[in-house]
């Protein structure tokens, strides 16, 4: 705790000097403890009206707010603030949710490009969210290569011939710029080179931007596919973007790292019938972001939601369940077969 300024002994002509001093530090811890207050309050706020069933988490809210408040209204500066209020949003333990104070939303913009409050599907960070782990996983992940023919890449997204015909996409997640329009230009290249088949792989994807999924969506089918599940609005239904360009035959590779948008990705195209899903289950990790900017620079990210598709029970907890089972390992070589019994061979 900070120590207070030992002050020097006022000469006798200077008590008046010494009280206006004494008045106006006074009325900036004022000013400072109302200011945390409002701070805390509308971070406190944003949980308690906008968080998809609070209720679920086990934790009692109003007691957080009893807890925390008397010590976010004393906290000594911003940085002591914003780290209490970080702690406050870790109680919520649902990996998504998190409080990201200014100058960390500084750092993942300057590594990770620009990150508007639009809303977002989560990543699943294997352990407690932080204003790292909620976003920038989603650019990091791998998966096995796969040797292929006439390979190119773009954006994030390799390409190519795998075999017997087969286009073969692999997207490792859906928060990379560009991703996309990639997806788009790598079937286009695929389908001019006379391939009969496409795979999407999507094996350790951990997930992206709503947008991103609708628009790589777009790309194989039209409609509406998802919703949003919220317990503070009436559900709210996403299209895929953009115009159908292939009806090839689609198999897609999922494993249990697949999870948020890519778990949408994935199970809306398997619900919609458009492609048939190989792996493993996946994570049953979807619920749905909502960054929101606060007026002093900070953002709050808050689980506002599940994605479901239209006329289904959510994939939370559950996962997309494969079609044909197969391990993250031979899933490749499952959906190959599978589709090669399409034609018979």
Known sequence: M????RRRRPRPLAPILLALVLLAGAGAAAAQAGSNAG???A?????????????RTGVDWDQVRADYRPRAVEAPDDAALYA???????LLGDDHSVFVPPDRVAEVRAEYGDLPCVMLLGAASGGRATAAAALPLLARAQGAVVPLTDEARLANVRYGVAAAGVGY????DLASDGAAAAVRTAVTALESAGVGALVLDLRGNPGGRLVTMMQVAGVFTSGFIWRTITSWTLPLPYPAIGLTHTDLPLVVLIDGGVNSAAEGLAGGLQQRGRAVVVGERSAGNVEALLPFCLRDGSQAWIATGVLAPIGGPTWEGRGVEPDVAATSDTALAAALAYLASLKGE
């Open 39 to 41: 701070r805390f309050d």
């Open 2 to 5: 900070r120590q207070p300024e």
């Open 84 to 90: 209490l209020l970080e702690e406050m949003y870790s």
């Open 169 to 172: 996409v692999r997207l490792p």
């Open 43 to 55: 971070a406190w706020d944003l949980v308690a009206t906008r968080y998809w069933h609070l209720e």
